[in-house]
Every structure is written in structure tokens, then in C-alpha cells.
């Protein structure tokens, strides 16, 4: 604009609050996320295994629907943890595969296009950037597992009444923490090879890895010696086991595990989502410096 022309004003209206500023990020990624008709029936698949299970809750409390369809009150699978723990396990495979999709492009395309600038030099820090991101992924994937996981067991506690509540109150608790340890767990791997590997197909590729490749060497290490001590090398295995513990339950093939192996395991946890932040640190800056 002209020195001269005196009809600039400066903006004057509503600012975005500081502490939800992050916000802005996932919000206009999901739009452009689900304008993919492929992604949106990826996602609406992911729904598919709550609903089958709703209807399991339901015809256990319907004598009349079982008499309909002929169905022996003994074939119905009781609801207990191991019903959530099958749950958990068909949705946790299914946000494995969403984030394969949708995390090696979250900061992969800032990094390759020297965008990262754009966004540091507004008053934006670098712990919102990775946040903001980090969200997309987030609200996914609670999409599909706690969100509809908790509503399956409010839905069971209603039908079966307050006793049952009271009693298994903990598998809400199993519910919420293993989906957060795996949304963290999925969110920082993806956002860190996102930082670190620039081209999408090569990050999808090596977040595939992450966690096939150190599992085959797992369960051969377990199965070759009859210990636990193989899941520490293997995300995917760490993990499963660890969801397993939080629903009262042992790992198939596997011999139970010592009231010690719990800590170790969430101490390889905690040093793997350590190291993918150092990851984040070193790679998330308003500029680089070549060699």
C-alpha cells in the first residue's frame, strides 16, 4: 500500500484466545482430510466393529430377540473384559492403519516445502505445531476406539444395571488408558518419522516397519525361549501386552509375567515416545542449516 493512502486500518476484530490457538491446525486438516471419499469410507469402516458389538450387548439382554432368532442364551459371549479386550484389539489394528494413512503427510509436507517458516513466524511456538498436529491424529483415532469403547460400556451398564457398574468400573478405566497410551504412542512415531523422513511413501514405509519387522523378531525370541523379555524390542508387541495387562488378561503364548515386568515395560514405553520428541525438537524449526 502507498505511503500515501491513509485507508489502511489495522484488523480490529475477535482474536483466536492463545490456549486454543493450536486448534486451527487440526481444523482445517480434518476438512481436507475427508474430502477423500476413500479416506471417509476407510473411517466409516472403522465403526463397523462397535456396531457389531452393540448388537451383541443387546441381544444378551433380549430374550425375545433370541427366541427370533433362534439364538441359545449359552452362544451369546459373555461381557466382561475379554469382550472389550476383542474390541480394543479390532480397533487399535484399524488406527494403526488410519495413521499410516493420514500421519507421514502431517509435517513431512511442511518440511519439504520450507512451510515451517510461515508458521514460526507467527505467534505460534513450535511445542503448538507439533500439538496442533498431533491432534489430528488424536481426535481420529478416539473416534475410533475410546469414544465408542466408553459408549459401549455405558450402554452394557444400563441394561445390566448399577451392580454391574460398581463391579467392572475398572474396564472403563482399561478402556481410556490403553487407548491413550496407544494414541500417544501412534501420534508421536508417526509425527517423528513425518519430521525426519521427507517423501510420504518412504515414512509410510518405514512406520509399516517400526512395527512389523521388530515383531517377527519378537515372537521369535519368545516363542524360542518362553519369555516376555522379546516385547521390549518390539513396539507393536509392547504395547499389546501391556493392553492385555490393563484388561486382567495374559497374552496368548506367552508365561505370566512378574509384578516387575509391568514397569519395564512402561519404561521402554516412556523412553521410545522420549526419543520421538527429541526427534520432534531437532527437526521442527523455522529454518535449517545445510552442510
Same mark, same amino acid.
Given at each position: 500500500?502507498?505511503?500515501?493512502?491513509?485507508?489502511?486500518?489495522?484488523?480490529?476484530?475477535?482474536?483466536?484466545?492463545?490456549?486454543?490457538?493450536?486448534?486451527?491446525?487440526?481444523?482445517?486438516?480434518?476438512r481436507?482430510?475427508?474430502?477423500?471419499?476413500?479416506?471417509?469410507?476407510?473411517f466409516?469402516?472403522?465403526?463397523?466393529?462397535?456396531?457389531?458389538?452393540?448388537?451383541?450387548?443387546?441381544?444378551h439382554?433380549?430374550?425375545?430377540?433370541?427366541?427370533?432368532?433362534?439364538?441359545?442364551?449359552?452362544?451369546?459371549?459373555?461381557?466382561?473384559?475379554?469382550?472389550f479386550?476383542?474390541?480394543?484389539?479390532?480397533?487399535?489394528?484399524?488406527?494403526?492403519?488410519?495413521?499410516?494413512?493420514?500421519?507421514?503427510?502431517?509435517?513431512?509436507?511442511?518440511?519439504a516445502?520450507? !512451510?515451517?517458516?510461515?508458521? *514460526?513466524?507467527?505467534? %505460534?511456538?513450535?511445542?503448538?505445531? $507439533? @500439538?496442533g498436529?498431533? +491432534?489430528? =491424529?488424536?481426535?481420529?483415532?478416539?473416534?475410533?476406539?475410546?469414544?465408542?469403547?466408553?459408549?459401549?460400556?455405558?450402554?452394557?451398564?444400563?441394561?445390566?444395571?448399577?451392580?454391574?457398574?460398581?463391579?467392572?468400573?475398572?474396564?472403563?478405566?482399561?478402556?481410556?488408558?490403553?487407548?491413550?497410551?496407544?494414541?500417544?504412542?501412534?501420534?508421536?512415531?508417526?509425527?517423528?518419522?513425518?519430521?525426519?523422513?521427507?517423501?510420504?511413501? !518412504?515414512?509410510?514405509?518405514? *512406520?509399516?516397519?517400526? %512395527?512389523?519387522?521388530?515383531?517377527? $523378531? @519378537?515372537?521369535?525370541? +519368545?516363542? =524360542?525361549?518362553?519369555?516376555?523379555?522379546?516385547?521390549?524390542?518390539?513396539?507393536?508387541?509392547?504395547?499389546?501386552?501391556?493392553?492385555?495387562?490393563?484388561?486382567?488378561?495374559?497374552?496368548?503364548?506367552?508365561?505370566?509375567?512378574?509384578?516387575?515386568?509391568?514397569?519395564?515395560?512402561?519404561?521402554?514405553?516412556?523412553?521410545?515416545?522420549?526419543?520421538c520428541?527429541?526427534?520432534?525438537?531437532?527437526?521442527?524449526?523455522?529454518?535449517?542449516?545445510?552442510?
Amino acid at each position: 500500500m502507498a505511503v500515501y493512502d491513509h485507508a489502511y486500518r489495522p484488523y480490529s476484530g475477535a482474536l483466536t484466545p492463545a490456549r486454543s490457538r493450536f486448534l486451527i491446525i487440526p481444523r482445517y486438516a480434518l476438512r481436507d482430510i475427508f474430502q477423500s471419499k476413500l479416506f471417509t469410507a476407510f473411517f466409516a469402516l472403522c465403526f463397523g466393529c462397535p456396531l457389531v458389538m452393540a448388537i451383541l450387548i443387546y441381544l444378551h439382554h433380549n430374550v425375545e430377540a433370541l427366541k427370533i432368532l433362534q439364538i441359545n442364551l449359552a452362544n451369546v459371549v459373555p461381557i466382561d473384559g475379554s469382550f472389550f479386550l476383542v474390541f480394543f484389539n479390532f480397533q487399535h489394528s484399524f488406527a494403526f492403519f488410519l495413521t499410516i494413512l493420514i500421519g507421514p503427510v502431517l509435517i513431512s509436507r511442511d518440511v519439504a516445502n520450507n !512451510a515451517l517458516p510461515l508458521y *514460526l513466524c507467527r505467534p %505460534f511456538t513450535r511445542a503448538e505445531y $507439533v @500439538t496442533g498436529k498431533m +491432534n489430528v =491424529l488424536a481426535i481420529l483415532i478416539s473416534a475410533i476406539t475410546w469414544v465408542p469403547g466408553l459408549l459401549l460400556f455405558l450402554f452394557q451398564s444400563y441394561l445390566e444395571g448399577a451392580g454391574w457398574l460398581g463391579g467392572n468400573l475398572w474396564i472403563a478405566g482399561a478402556i481410556v488408558a490403553s487407548s491413550l497410551a496407544w494414541i500417544v504412542t501412534l501420534t508421536l512415531l508417526a509425527m517423528a518419522l513425518s519430521a525426519w523422513v521427507k517423501w510420504r511413501l !518412504a515414512a509410510s514405509c518405514a *512406520l509399516f516397519a517400526v %512395527f512389523v519387522i521388530p515383531g517377527i $523378531v @519378537t515372537q521369535v525370541i +519368545n516363542q =524360542l525361549f518362553g519369555t516376555w523379555w522379546g516385547n521390549i524390542f518390539s513396539l507393536s508387541d509392547l504395547m499389546g501386552a501391556l493392553v492385555y495387562h490393563l484388561f486382567r488378561e495374559t497374552p496368548p503364548g506367552l508365561p505370566p509375567m512378574p509384578a516387575y515386568a509391568l514397569w519395564v515395560q512402561w519404561a521402554v514405553l516412556f523412553f521410545a515416545w522420549a526419543m520421538c520428541l527429541f526427534v520432534l525438537t531437532r527437526k521442527v524449526r523455522a529454518y535449517e542449516v545445510v552442510r
